[in-house]
């Protein structure tokens, strides 16, 4: 089912109608219309006694009654509503819209699809309805012309039939309203009386015509969601998304696909399923273009090339070409398409330049061949966690070799990516392949910079999780799955390595999401637990703030610029030596009440600070946007379905702003929590389906920095730099507090609480440091360890995890001078 705050084409057609139908039917009443409309449903009568909670909420709904308007009735109330009277009536311009792109809609469809279907006595019958609901509409508009709103502005021209379903499907684009009239409040309807809600809404035929036209618009919204997929991979191409977002756009495209057809089901099963209603359509087109479906111009051809732009927009091409494998596909054997059967292949070639025929077995070459791939890891492999929904669709499909329309629409989407992408489609498989690599190497180098060296929050069974992600990233990526299913079963054209990742750069898109979302939780949990990096980043702020630093650390910086200081110091940063130890304090656990207040500070000496039952600051994953498809691409039992809540998620939870271009292309992104995010200062809680993929793409892109983030890598430095300031305060911090200030080299984060107790006034912070053996208040062991970070950014190792942001991920950033 398609979630409820999104809304398909036939359901906005539908509700259309019933508003047009709501407005005529209680404006009349208002106005004294006393003939009856329609005999309608109403409420039942409640059960006596007094009813439960339950009962109650069932109870309100109940007082709504609904009337079905009938389609005969709509003149009637039309000229009651506005015959003479004072003061007159102006009928809203939503209205009117609302009529028009009713009105456009059908006759798009009676002039380009009604004709041409199979004709027979139930067909003349529904043809009768049809015309007479188009007349009876157009009437209505006629008699409001004269009464419409200033506001109301006519179409410049009205719809003509199409010379094919691409440009019928733009002209709807044409009609669709505006956002801010998609935003824009409910016409106001007087209410019918109290204590009761009544709802009209349109008589709606339950025929051959009303089924082809939902199929008309699913057809349309697939097209509409294909254009929006082809715009990420456009982007992707061009730089300006990110492989994971375009990937996940891809994926939902296809989930809000299937639900599309869900939705639809009862009415495709009972025209005879997708494959019956689909060449019914299409032969209709070809009847409409004096063509038929069976011409052929060559012997040779598969299909009438006349229609090639109308076959492409509608989905008959890989309709035709997976209805051409199944056929070929039986119970226990293994088709192989030998390389080059049909040809070859060459992506190096302009897709441009090629005639419809050469297109056309461009795409046969490469979507026979693959599915052959497809069915080996279909039948080799077991479901993988971050599966696209073309192997997912296809796993069925091959099982039961029935074909549904919304895995006709994924293989569409992988012939598009490969058509988009050419010769530079196995990039995708580049970047994942680096991914897993720095993954793997990070986590590797982890294991041997702490092999001797162990924590209590961190015991050695998180050590066996980490290898097992790194077995996990082995088996399923550097492994070739694929390629080893094809030996398993002893394929005779065995693949060349790593084949179905290279050509299947959707796949790759969504591995990368799961390594890096699994990667980005696993570190920040380790980062927390060891506590080096937010013990580095108070003390990097305290040097920064004193001015005893001469170069910027480039990724303690960019994790605060991601994150907010928040994460760090429990507010802003601090900004003197009393308020570094006591945001220190906070962070690490100690409470508040212990700290004097301005007015007294000088007055006495703090004591010891007792632990507060908050616990520790710790560092939390990001990207909120990306995280509300963690289930779907890491859980080892997926749900698939798109829910309500997860389009709030997407529509609402993004930290960042951005506007979108005339391409829904975001333009320059920034992170203030300060501000609304442009992205959501006008929201709705129903969105368009083209509109959400923007959105979504939009909203992951913009986290990628937060999610590619390598918390592991930068706790390796500052624990190295943590060696480093000991080593360089050793000295000073031996005469303050004694030798055994630090017992152990895990306690080496309490260095920066030693650090600051030196310069205030304090002697002991709860059971976190040692007693302060002297009275001496002074900065120079700040000075100490501030010489300790200058050396460690001199050699260049401030920036290590920027390079690997702008070298191996490509992500670039720069920061705002103040």
Same mark, same amino acid.
């Given at each position: 089912m398609l979630p409820k705050n999104l809304l398909s084409t036939y359901q906005q057609y539908k509700n259309d109608t019933d508003n047009v139908a709501q407005w005529l039917a209680s404006k009349a009443k208002s106005l004294g219309f006393s003939s009856g409309l329609s005999e309608g449903s109403t409420a039942g009568k409640q059960k006596t006694g007094k009813p439960t909670k339950s009962q109650q909420r069932k109870n309100k709904l109940a007082s709504k009654t609904n009337h079905i308007v009938l389609v005969k009735d709509f003149i009637t109330l039309a000229e009651f509503v506005v015959k003479p009277r004072e003061p007159s009536v102006q009928v809203p311009a939503r209205i009117g819209t609302l009529l028009d792109r009713t009105i456009s809609t059908r006759e798009l469809f009676a002039d380009d699809v009604s004709p041409h279907l199979p004709s027979n006595a139930d067909k003349k019958q529904s043809d009768d309805r049809h015309m007479f609901f188009l007349d009876v509409l157009r009437k209505v508009r006629e008699i409001f012309k004269p009464h419409y709103s200033k506001e109301y502005s006519a179409p410049k021209k009205a719809p003509k039939s199409v010379e094919e379903i691409q440009n019928m499907f733009a002209l709807?684009?044409?009609?669709?309203?505006?956002?801010?009239?998609?935003?824009?409040?409910?016409?106001? *309807?007087?209410?019918?009386?109290?204590?009761?809600?009544?709802?009209?809404?349109?008589?709606?035929?339950?025929?051959?015509?009303?089924?082809?036209?939902?199929?008309?618009?699913?057809?349309?919204?697939?097209?509409?969601?294909?254009?929006?997929?082809?715009?990420?991979?456009?982007?992707?191409?061009?730089?300006?998304?990110?492989?994971?977002?375009?990937?996940?756009? *891809?994926? @939902?495209?296809?989930?809000?696909?299937? $639900?599309?057809?869900?939705?639809?089901?009862?009415?495709?099963?009972?025209?005879?399923?997708?494959?019956?209603?689909?060449?019914?359509?299409?032969?209709?087109?070809?009847?409409?273009?004096?063509?038929?479906?069976?011409?052929?111009?060559?012997?040779?051809?598969?299909?009438?090339?006349?229609?090639?732009?109308?076959?492409?927009? &509608?989905?008959?091409?890989?309709?035709?070409?997976?209805?051409?494998?199944?056929?070929?596909?039986?119970?226990? @054997?293994?088709?192989?398409? #030998?390389?080059?059967?049909?040809? *070859?292949? @060459?992506? $190096?070639?302009?897709?441009?330049?090629?005639?419809?025929?050469? #297109?056309?077995?461009?795409?046969?070459?490469?979507?026979?061949? &693959?599915?052959?791939?497809?069915?080996?890891?279909?039948?080799? @492999?077991?479901?993988?966690?971050?599966?696209?929904?073309?192997?997912?669709?296809?796993?069925?499909?091959? #099982?039961?070799?029935?074909?549904?329309?919304?895995?006709?629409?994924?293989?569409?989407?992988?012939?598009?990516?490969? =058509?988009?992408?050419?010769?530079?489609?196995?990039?995708?498989?580049? $970047?994942?392949?680096?991914?897993?690599?720095?993954?793997? =190497?990070?986590? #590797?180098?982890?294991?041997?910079?702490?092999?001797?060296?162990?924590i209590e929050n961190w015991p050695k069974e998180n050590d066996q999780f980490m290898s097992q992600f790194i077995d996990q990233i082995s088996h399923y990526i550097l492994g070739d799955p694929q390629r080893a299913a094809a030996r398993r079963l002893k394929r005779v054209y065995l693949p060349k390595p790593y084949l179905f990742f290279r050509q299947h750069p959707w796949l790759c898109g969504l591995w990368k999401y799961h390594i890096q979302v699994r990667y980005h939780e696993l570190s920040i949990t380790f980062a927390n637990a060891w506590g080096a990096v937010i013990h580095c980043g108070h003390l990097y702020n305290a040097a920064r703030s004193e001015k005893l630093l001469a170069r910027r650390w480039t990724d303690m910086e960019l994790a605060f610029a991601i994150r907010d200081y928040t994460s760090f110091f429990v507010g802003s940063p601090p900004n003197n030596p009393d308020d570094y130890l006591k945001r220190y304090a906070l962070a690490v656990a100690a409470s508040v009440t212990n700290f004097p207040t301005s007015d007294n500070r000088n007055g006495r000496r703090a004591r010891g600070v007792q632990t507060s039952s908050r616990g520790p600051q710790g560092l939390s994953e990001q990207a909120p946007v990306l995280q509300t498809f963690k289930e779907r691409y890491c859980d080892a039992a997926p749900r698939y379905d798109l829910r309500a809540e997860d389009i709030t998620k997407i529509l609402q939870k993004s930290e960042w702003q951005y506007e979108m271009d005339e391409h829904n292309f975001p333009t320059e992104m920034t992170k203030d929590s300060d501000n609304i995010p442009a992205s959501k200062a006008q929201g709705n809680p129903v969105v368009a389906l083209p509109k959400l993929l923007a959105i979504l793409r939009a909203g992951m892109h913009a986290e990628i920095m937060e999610l590619s983030y390598d918390y592991l890598t930068l706790h390796r430095f500052c624990w190295r730099l943590l060696r480093a300031v000991k080593d360089s305060c050793r000295d000073q911090l031996i005469k303050m507090y004694g030798p055994e200030y630090i017992e152990k080299e895990s306690q080496l984060p309490f260095l920066v609480g030693y650090i600051f107790m030196a310069a205030t006034n304090a002697k002991q912070m709860g059971g976190f440091l040692k007693l302060k053996k002297t009275d001496v208040v002074t900065s120079a062991v700040l000075v100490e360890a501030a010489g300790a970070i200058e050396g460690m950014l001199e050699a260049g190792a401030g920036g290590v995890v920027g390079t690997i942001l702008k070298e191996k991920l490509k992500l670039d950033f720069e920061f705002e001078e103040e």
């Amino acid at each position: 089912m398609l979630p409820k705050n999104l809304l398909s084409t036939y359901q906005q057609y539908k509700n259309d109608t019933d508003n047009v139908a709501q407005w005529l039917a209680s404006k009349a009443k208002s106005l004294g219309f006393s003939s009856g409309l329609s005999e309608g449903s109403t409420a039942g009568k409640q059960k006596t006694g007094k009813p439960t909670k339950s009962q109650q909420r069932k109870n309100k709904l109940a007082s709504k009654t609904n009337h079905i308007v009938l389609v005969k009735d709509f003149i009637t109330l039309a000229e009651f509503v506005v015959k003479p009277r004072e003061p007159s009536v102006q009928v809203p311009a939503r209205i009117g819209t609302l009529l028009d792109r009713t009105i456009s809609t059908r006759e798009l469809f009676a002039d380009d699809v009604s004709p041409h279907l199979p004709s027979n006595a139930d067909k003349k019958q529904s043809d009768d309805r049809h015309m007479f609901f188009l007349d009876v509409l157009r009437k209505v508009r006629e008699i409001f012309k004269p009464h419409y709103s200033k506001e109301y502005s006519a179409p410049k021209k009205a719809p003509k039939s199409v010379e094919e379903i691409q440009n019928m499907f733009a002209l709807l684009d044409v009609e669709e309203p505006s956002e801010a009239f998609q935003n824009a409040p409910t016409v106001s *309807t007087p209410a019918p009386g109290a204590g009761s809600e009544v709802r009209y809404t349109a008589e709606r035929p339950d025929d051959l015509q009303e089924d082809f036209l939902s199929f008309n618009l699913l057809l349309f919204d697939f097209s509409k969601l294909r254009s929006e997929v082809g715009r990420s991979w456009q982007g992707y191409q061009q730089g300006l998304v990110d492989l994971i977002a375009a990937s996940i756009v *891809t994926n @939902t495209a296809v989930d809000l696909a299937r $639900s599309l057809e869900e939705d639809l089901q009862h009415i495709i099963d009972r025209r005879g399923g997708v494959k019956r209603m689909l060449t019914i359509f299409y032969v209709a087109q070809c009847v409409e273009h004096n063509t038929t479906e069976a011409f052929r111009e060559r012997m040779s051809d598969d299909i009438n090339f006349k229609m090639y732009q109308v076959a492409d927009s &509608m989905l008959w091409i890989p309709f035709t070409l997976l209805s051409a494998f199944l056929n070929v596909l039986q119970p226990g @054997t293994l088709p192989e398409m #030998k390389p080059g059967y049909y040809g *070859t292949y @060459t992506p $190096s070639s302009p897709r441009g330049a090629k005639s419809a025929r050469d #297109k056309f077995k461009e795409d046969k070459i490469l979507m026979l061949e &693959m599915l052959s791939e497809f069915l080996v890891l279909c039948i080799g @492999t077991p479901l993988a966690p971050a599966e696209d929904e073309l192997t997912r669709g296809l796993r069925e499909t091959f #099982k039961t070799k029935k074909i549904t329309l919304w895995v006709v629409f994924a293989v569409q989407l992988f012939l598009d990516i490969h =058509n988009t992408l050419r010769a530079e489609v196995d990039q995708a498989f580049a $970047s994942l392949s680096d991914v897993a690599s720095l993954v793997r =190497n990070s986590i #590797k180098n982890t294991f041997e910079f702490h092999k001797d060296l162990r924590i209590e929050n961190w015991p050695k069974e998180n050590d066996q999780f980490m290898s097992q992600f790194i077995d996990q990233i082995s088996h399923y990526i550097l492994g070739d799955p694929q390629r080893a299913a094809a030996r398993r079963l002893k394929r005779v054209y065995l693949p060349k390595p790593y084949l179905f990742f290279r050509q299947h750069p959707w796949l790759c898109g969504l591995w990368k999401y799961h390594i890096q979302v699994r990667y980005h939780e696993l570190s920040i949990t380790f980062a927390n637990a060891w506590g080096a990096v937010i013990h580095c980043g108070h003390l990097y702020n305290a040097a920064r703030s004193e001015k005893l630093l001469a170069r910027r650390w480039t990724d303690m910086e960019l994790a605060f610029a991601i994150r907010d200081y928040t994460s760090f110091f429990v507010g802003s940063p601090p900004n003197n030596p009393d308020d570094y130890l006591k945001r220190y304090a906070l962070a690490v656990a100690a409470s508040v009440t212990n700290f004097p207040t301005s007015d007294n500070r000088n007055g006495r000496r703090a004591r010891g600070v007792q632990t507060s039952s908050r616990g520790p600051q710790g560092l939390s994953e990001q990207a909120p946007v990306l995280q509300t498809f963690k289930e779907r691409y890491c859980d080892a039992a997926p749900r698939y379905d798109l829910r309500a809540e997860d389009i709030t998620k997407i529509l609402q939870k993004s930290e960042w702003q951005y506007e979108m271009d005339e391409h829904n292309f975001p333009t320059e992104m920034t992170k203030d929590s300060d501000n609304i995010p442009a992205s959501k200062a006008q929201g709705n809680p129903v969105v368009a389906l083209p509109k959400l993929l923007a959105i979504l793409r939009a909203g992951m892109h913009a986290e990628i920095m937060e999610l590619s983030y390598d918390y592991l890598t930068l706790h390796r430095f500052c624990w190295r730099l943590l060696r480093a300031v000991k080593d360089s305060c050793r000295d000073q911090l031996i005469k303050m507090y004694g030798p055994e200030y630090i017992e152990k080299e895990s306690q080496l984060p309490f260095l920066v609480g030693y650090i600051f107790m030196a310069a205030t006034n304090a002697k002991q912070m709860g059971g976190f440091l040692k007693l302060k053996k002297t009275d001496v208040v002074t900065s120079a062991v700040l000075v100490e360890a501030a010489g300790a970070i200058e050396g460690m950014l001199e050699a260049g190792a401030g920036g290590v995890v920027g390079t690997i942001l702008k070298e191996k991920l490509k992500l670039d950033f720069e920061f705002e001078e103040e």
